[in-house]
């Protein structure tokens, strides 16, 4: 099983950007998806964004498309999520996670088998 740190969260005005990293440890990690999930105070869990193995596909939410972008180092063993044009309905707690699969087309909170402790987001108006 993988360990996952998120870091780079923090407070930034609406319209400006942040990028998160998310770093991983064990020797699998080039081997398999990872995807960003976020959940906001009094909403559930819900996808962002994920990135194939080899960074080649990526899949995103509606919500995020054009805004953010998802990417990966296999040789640092690290996930990133570049958020821009930020919006305050985008302040939520963002979680890192490790896909079971390699594909990133899986989305669903059951396809991800490691997840971080989260780092929290807050986009003011």
């Known amino acids: 099983q993988v360990q996952l740190v998120e870091s780079g969260g923090g407070l930034v005005q609406a319209g400006g950007s942040l990028r998160l990293s998310c770093a991983a440890s064990?020797?699998?990690?080039?081997?398999?998806?990872m995807g960003w999930f976020r959940q906001a105070p009094g909403n559930e869990r819900e996808f962002v964004a994920a990135?194939?193995?080899?960074?080649?596909?990526?899949n995103y939410a509606d919500s995020v498309k054009g805004r953010f972008t998802i990417s990966r180092d296999n040789a640092k063993n690290t996930v990133y999520l570049q958020m821009n044009s930020l919006k305050p309905e985008d302040t939520a707690v963002y979680y890192c996670?490790?896909?079971?699969?390699?594909?990133?087309?899986?989305?669903?909170?059951?396809?991800?088998?490691?997840w971080g402790q989260g780092t929290q987001v807050t986009v003011s108006s």
């Open positions: 996670a490790a896909s079971r699969y390699s594909s990133s087309t899986y989305s669903r909170q059951v396809d991800f088998g490691s």
């Open positions: 064990g020797r699998t990690f080039g081997r398999y998806a």
């Open positions: 990135i194939s193995w080899n960074g080649v596909g990526t």
